[in-house]
């Protein structure tokens, strides 16, 4: 852990500093947790002793707002053939179905320690694999989820658990709920009531926290799993704690159908009549969304978190980000299944999605894409003071090479551009997270050898009964 007095200084070659731009010659400077100054313009020899030079560019921690852990043991076997989300959510069941507490950690830990190697310093954990087979409930019934907080514990990283509720299977077409069934039943906590209760077990204290490194936020699953009178209990629970609601929102068309044949509204229109849309809200995907869901998002100040790489991955389609922004979203990114862990890449498909759908380039400029994936990130998270080096707050600092084949030639009036829109994960070199060293020459310091963790996590997951 990092000691609380104890002060560190950095000088970057290059950093962002949001809303400041890219300045050279950035001395920073810490104790314990937290930044204390932040001076640009110092040359190198003005450097006082002790001080760690940072080559390369320096970015804020990335806060990776949506992420399933569990989905990384899937990437590559789905791949082969064809199908669509719904078939690519049988082989989700089938792994979901394997894991226990002690799997879930090695998996959670190894899966965390690859976002840390790729510049996340926080990451929005949406948990929803809370019991045993057959829905039976372990001795602790958050089992899983202390898991996952412990995962990111030993990988260095912050975390918010999202605990999510998950209380059906679907709704069919005739609007009818089905009743969960299969690995769902691990998912269920029977009524909003019954999730309440165990979440209080989690033992947040008054601000929501559940350690240091640890905040407690909320779920609602979709309106698929959560029916609208079920709502309650999590959007209480979220104004009790100050905690971030986050809900995944109009991914695909058949969830919006199903919506208006149930209750004769869209899911945003849902959400909002339940009272859960807000600026503590995040709607994850919101990408087939009406020109009045749009306006309710905006209206309420809700974050619109994308996840393009799993977007894409899944055939869900391209939301509109430029026009949920104009609106009045704030917006975050999520790695959500993993088919790669990089926000870089993200922050890339955001733009490249709206020039291929609109015909134009530049929607986003560089800057607005770096927010997203830090500064909005974190705030969506609960943690606004994060994601900015500023004074007061967390000493998160990730530092990307512009040796690399992919950024060599980067010039310091663009260097914001070239790492947004050619960078990837593998250029990133050093990693401070709430000012203690986590990744030094592209190694994690805390999990020894990731690639070997990840694969040794992931086989067993993989192999026949
Ligand atoms: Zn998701």
Do not use: K
């Not at 299977?169 to 039943?185: K, R």
């Not at 917006?331 to 015909?359: F, I, K, Q, Y």
């Not at 030639?409 to 914001?416: C, E, R, T």
């Amino acid at each position: 852990m990092t000691d609380p007095g104890a002060v560190r200084r950095w000088h970057a070659d290059l950093a962002w500093l949001p809303g400041q731009g890219v300045h050279s010659g950035v001395l920073i400077e810490a104790a314990g947790r937290y930044f204390t100054a932040v001076t640009p313009g110092v040359s190198a020899g003005d450097r006082p002793p002790g001080t760690v030079r940072l080559a390369g560019f320096t970015l804020p921690g990335m806060a990776n707002a949506h992420s399933h852990a569990f989905h990384r043991a899937l990437r590559g076997v789905v791949q082969a053939g064809q199908g669509t989300f719904w078939t690519w959510r049988e082989r989700m069941y089938q792994v979901a179905g394997r894991l226990q507490p002690d799997s879930y950690l090695t998996l959670a830990r190894a899966v965390y320690a690859e976002m840390a190697l790729a510049g996340i310093t926080c990451v929005g954990e949406f948990h929803y694999l809370h019991h045993d087979t057959g829905g039976a409930r372990y001795g602790d019934p958050n089992e899983m989820g202390r898991a996952l907080l412990e995962a990111a514990a030993q990988a260095g990283l912050r975390i918010t658990l999202l605990d999510t509720c998950y209380l059906r299977g679907g709704l069919s077409a005739d609007g009818s709920p089905v009743a969960l069934s299969g690995a769902q039943e691990r998912f269920g906590d029977g009524d909003g009531a019954g999730w309440a209760e165990r979440v209080a077990q989690l033992g947040p204290d008054e601000h929501g926290m559940l350690d240091a490194h640890a905040r407690a936020g909320v779920a609602i699953h979709s309106v698929r799993a959560v029916p609208p009178d079920q709502m309650g209990p999590v959007i209480a629970c979220s104004h009790a704690y100050g905690a971030p609601l986050h809900a995944h929102l109009s991914e695909q068309p058949a969830e919006n159908e199903a919506c208006l044949t149930a209750y004769g509204v869209t899911p945003a229109c849902l959400f909002e009549q339940a009272g859960a849309l807000g600026p503590r809200t995040t709607a994850v995907h919101a990408t087939h969304l009406s020109g009045d869901d749009i306006e309710l998002l905006g209206d309420t100040g809700t974050t619109a978190c994308l996840c393009p790489t799993t977007e894409a991955d899944l055939a869900d389609g391209i939301g509109p980000a430029r026009a949920l922004t104009a609106a009045g979203c704030p917006l975050s990114l999520g790695s959500d299944s993993h088919a790669v862990v990089d926000l870089l890449a993200e922050a890339r498909l955001t733009e490249m999605g709206e020039r291929l759908v609109s015909g134009r380039r530049g929607s986003f400029r560089a800057e607005e894409l770096a927010e997203a994936a830090t500064v909005a990130g974190h705030a969506c998270l609960g943690w606004p003071q994060a994601g900015e080096i500023a004074p007061g707050a967390f000493a998160d600092l990730v530092t990307v090479a512009l040796d690399t084949p992919r950024l060599a030639g980067a010039q310091p009036g663009s260097v914001l551009e070239s790492v947004i829109f050619a960078g990837s994960a593998a250029d990133v070199r050093t990693v401070v997270i709430s000012g203690r060293d986590v990744v030094a020459e592209g190694r994690h310091l805390l999990v020894d050898d990731v690639p070997a963790a990840l694969d040794a996590a992931i086989t067993p997951l993989l192999s026949r009964p």
